[in-house]
């Protein structure tokens, strides 16, 4: 058996769990409100405009990337050097085992 003041309290909880969770989606209401308007804002503002892409690159460079290298052993020796020469020169080198 429940007497009054189990009953007042339980009714008390209760009271409190809705009025929170009417807060948390009110609070979630104003914060998607606030985001669709900064998202919109942002692409109306952007100014960002799209690049036609480039078809082909080959064309572009001629087959050749301006980036690349087409002697290996010239750009390790250039840039490696030493460390190179030591790291590499017997690599051919198996021996008679």
């Not at 301006?66 to 020796?77: I, P, V």
Request: proline share 1%; charged share 30%.
């Amino acid at each position: 058996m429940l007497n009054e003041n189990i009953m007042a309290d339980r009714l008390e909880m209760i009271k409190a769990i809705a009025a929170k969770a009417i807060a948390k989606k009110a609070r979630l209401a104003a914060i998607k409100a606030k985001s669709a308007r900064v998202v919109g804002w942002v692409d109306d503002n952007s100014g960002v405009t799209m690049r036609k892409p480039v078809e082909n690159l080959t064309e572009k460079y001629d087959g050749e990337s301006e980036l690349h290298w087409t002697d290996a052993s010239k750009f390790a020796k250039q840039y490696y050097g030493e460390a190179h020469y030591h790291t590499t020169k017997l690599d051919n080198d198996w021996g008679d085992y």
